[in-house]
C-alpha cells in the first residue's frame, strides 16, 4: 500500500504570499519571496518555543502550555450519491485541547446542525469540565447524541473508505 505524504495546515498568509508570487511580476516576486521567507522564519521561531514551553510544562508544576486543534471529521450520514452528499451531509467537528504537564487531551465534538466552526460558534460550543467526572460526562453525552446507526454506518463504511484512498494513491476521494 502507498500513500502520498499528508498535507501540512497552512495558514491565511502562507496561502495569500503563494498565490501572489505566482502571480505577480519579477519585480514584485523578490519583495513576495522575502517577505514569506521572513514569516515562514517567525513561524519555526515559534514552533520551537512551542516545543520549549512543552518541556518547561511537564518539570515546571507552575507552568502549562496548552496545544488547542480543530478537526472537521466525519460527514454523517454515509451518503455516497453526490447530490445527496451535499445537499444532506451533517459534519461532525472535534475541537481538542491538548494539556503538556500531564499529557492529557480533552476534546469537544458535536455536529454543525448544533453549532459551526466559527470563534463565536466554537466558544459558545465548548463548556470546559471543569473536573474528571464532568468531562467524562460531557463526552457521553456527546457520543450519546450521535445516532448509534450513524456510526455503524460510518464503522462499516471504512473499508470502501479505505479502498478509495488506494485507489486514489492518497489523493482526493468521494469521503
Known amino acids: 500500500m502507498r500513500c502520498k505524504p499528508l498535507k501540512k495546515d497552512t495558514c491565511n498568509k502562507c496561502d495569500s504570499l503563494r498565490n501572489k508570487i505566482k502571480n505577480c511580476s519579477s519585480e514584485e516576486k523578490t ?15 515559534l514552533r520551537i518555543q512551542m516545543n520549549q514551553d512543552l518541556q518547561r510544562a511537564k518539570i515546571d508544576e507552575k507552568f ?16 455516497p450519491t453526490n447530490i445527496v452528499f451535499y445537499k444532506r451531509q451533517l459534519w ?10 500531564n499529557d492529557v487531551g ?14 463565536q460558534e466554537i466558544k459558545s460550543s465548548f463548556k470546559p469540565p471543569q473536573t474528571l467526572n464532568e468531562l467524562r460526562n460531557a463526552a457521553l453525552a456527546a457520543w450519546d447524541s450521535i445516532p448509534q446507526v450513524d456510526v455503524r454506518n460510518i464503522i462499516q463504511s471504512m473499508p470502501d473508505r479505505m479502498q478509495a484512498v488506494i485507489r486514489a494513491r492518497g489523493g482526493n476521494t468521494r469521503y
Open 64 to 79: 502549562e502550555c496548552l496545544t488547542y486543534d480543530l478537526e472537521k471529521t466525519l460527514p454523517l450520514p454515509r451518503i
Open 92 to 101: 461532525l467537528y472535534n475541537s481538542g485541547i491538548h494539556a503538556s504537564s
Open 106 to 119: 480533552y476534546c469537544n465534538i458535536w455536529v454543525e446542525g448544533e453549532a459551526g466552526r466559527g470563534a
Open 31 to 45: 519583495i513576495l519571496v522575502a517577505e514569506k521567507e521572513e514569516h515562514l522564519k517567525r513561524a519555526e521561531e
